[in-house]
């Protein structure tokens, strides 16, 4: 049975659904991972995380593995349907929560979900649709979702969710990733953004296009950085670290400490 | 003989063979009235009794998830002799004894229903609230319902409401072909969900779809994944025979279902898209002429 997209809407109408977005190499992952974790201590629990990112940094950056993704999902639901293989497509789309909850990463305050790579060649809109669906079904046990995307917020609404209601928008001090800020601004409306400035320092600050306004800045962080070498979860940074505070201002000078 | 009956008598062997092996069995009977079966229970049954997702945190007991191994298997057959109406079977461990063992299948055999005590259901949740993950078991759920007038089609309805979970408070089933993974939420397990509240939840809600079932009769198996995997491969073989079963309805209505491949990479789909079209012509051209004759 299919969902009408108000049905959909309504399930996760109330639940803060939040996407990082911005240039690749911004720092998005790690933003991502240091926000999941004030959400989650600050009560925002159950958090649902997905990784948008093909090659899965969230899923490492907190110190997870995710042997299945959803992207794995869709590829199957596809491959069954065309090839005719043992299910009809009706079987496939109504076993697709099956496979998405088998693709969840679930722990006590939070389940993570990797988007992956997809292999299939193509558009598929209605394959994507019904995945939508399945997943409005899941997210809607969740408090909240937390979305480490691509670049931009289109491929949020066509693979995971058309019910994003926050976006936060990384740029560091480079042309481009204003560019991409500029091209998500024209997709979003405007009361949804946050825009964060990483690794940027006050000089950096200064040359930003009029208009734009950030919400905060966070330092760049050896500790950080030694962290994403020796690969290890950000999660155990220490409580006093520089980058982490700095998240954890910027929340609550936005009133998203306690959401 | 119905198509089914040789598998009916093959999985009543295979529990026999288990108990046989040494295999703990508890038996418990429901009542044979609809109400009856429904009053005793401890959670609700009905549409929209199920909250719909139950994540891990909140979940009590998961059941055949896919690394422990899972089956489910739905048989029919004309002869309500050949099933013992109203009894449900456990073999292996019960939902109660994951977190604590001092409501078993057990008590309800010997007390003849099970109503935890508080004392039970204050052990229950604080077991619940302790405990950081679930209790994974592998999981075979085995529904056998027999009717005098019971047909294929019955069958083929009734197959998809075996796994009704969104209709069981606590509940939540997934299901994929012959496998069946479900989890029973903290909540329902400290309202004292076992196998014996499922199996009268699911007796009650396949009586309440099809009053053509005379006698139905459910075993669930617990034990381990050898055990799964022998009434796995029963279960696949019984899901061929009911596709071939659907398959040769739909031939003697008229169609062969047997495609190979579907409607999007047809190469004949242009062909069938000109036949719809030329349907829609001819319904339209009915429908006015069915209009102009009313008028």
């Not at chain 2, 003849?112 to 075979?140: C, I, M, T, V, Y």
């Amino acid at each position: 049975m299919t969902m009408s997209g108000n049905e959909s809407a309504k399930l996760t109408a109330n639940i803060p659904i939040i996407s990082v977005c911005g240039k690749g190499g911004v720092g998005k992952t790690v933003f991502s991972a240091l926000l999941g974790r004030i959400l989650i201590e600050n009560g925002l629990s159950p958090l649902l995380m997905v990784d948008a990112d093909p090659v899965g940094g969230l899923v490492s950056a907190i110190g997870e593995k995710a042997v299945k993704t959803l992207s794995g999902v869709r590829d199957m639901f596809i491959s069954e349907t065309r090839n005719g293989g043992k299910l009809s497509a009706k079987e496939a789309a109504d076993h697709l929560d099956y496979f998405i909850l088998n693709a969840l990463v679930e722990r006590k305050d939070f389940s993570m979900l990797a988007m992956g790579r997809t292999t299939e060649k193509g558009c598929f809109c209605s394959a994507n649709k019904l995945l939508r669906q399945a997943m409005d079904k899941i997210i809607s046990a969740y408090a909240g979702v937390l979305i480490d995307a691509e670049a931009g917020i289109e491929q949020i609404n066509r693979d995971v969710t058309s019910q994003v209601n926050r976006v936060f928008v990384i740029i560091d001090a480079s042309q481009r990733s204003i560019d991409t800020l500029n091209a998500i601004a024209g997709m979003v409306d405007p009361s949804q953004i946050t825009i964060i400035a990483n690794r940027i320092t006050t000089e950096d600050l200064l040359n930003l296009p009029t208009g734009i306004k950030v919400a905060g800045v966070i330092p760049a962080n050896e500790t950080v950085r030694q962290f994403d070498r020796e690969g290890r979860s950000l999660w155990q940074l220490p409580d006093d670290n520089e980058a982490f505070m700095a998240v954890k201002n910027i929340m609550k000078s936005i009133n998203l400490s306690n959401p | 003989m119905d198509v089914f009956d040789p598998y009916i008598i093959k999985c009543t062997n295979k529990i026999d063979e288990m108990v046989a092996d040494g295999k703990k069995i508890r038996v418990v009977m429901a009542p044979p009235s609809l109400d009856e079966i429904r009053g005793g229970l401890p959670i609700a049954v009905g549409p929209a009794a199920s909250q719909g997702v139950i994540l891990r945190s909140d979940t009590f007991v998961e059941l055949g998830n896919p690394e422990a191994g899972s089956c489910s298997i739905f048989l029919y057959t004309s002869q309500p002799s050949l099933l013992c109406n109203g009894r449900i079977t456990l073999l292996g461990p019960d939902i109660s004894d994951s977190g604590i063992s001092n409501l078993t299948f057990d008590e309800v055999v010997t007390s003849g229903g099970l109503h935890s005590s508080d004392q039970d259901l204050e052990l229950l949740e604080k077991a619940s609230h302790r405990a950081p993950a679930a209790k994974s078991f592998p999981f075979a759920q085995i529904i056998m319902v027999a009717g005098k007038n019971l047909s294929e089609n019955d069958y083929e309805i009734l197959k998809t409401n075996q796994i009704i979970g969104d209709l069981i408070e606590g509940y939540m089933v997934r299901s994929f072909t012959q496998n069946i993974w479900s989890r029973v939420s903290r909540e329902a397990a400290a309202k004292g969900f076992t196998f014996e509240t499922l199996g009268k939840a699911l007796m009650a809600l396949l009586k309440s779809a099809n009053p053509k079932i005379e006698a139905i009769e459910i075993a669930f198996v617990t034990t381990n994944k050898h055990d799964i995997d022998i009434l796995e491969e029963y279960a696949r073989q019984i899901q061929k025979i009911s596709k071939e079963i659907v398959k040769e309805n739909w031939k003697i209505k008229g169609y062969d279902i047997e495609c190979a491949s579907d409607c999007a990479s047809c190469d004949d789909k242009p062909v069938c898209d000109t036949i719809r079209d030329v349907l829609k012509e001819k319904m339209k051209e009915a429908r006015k002429l069915k209009n102009h004759k009313q008028k």
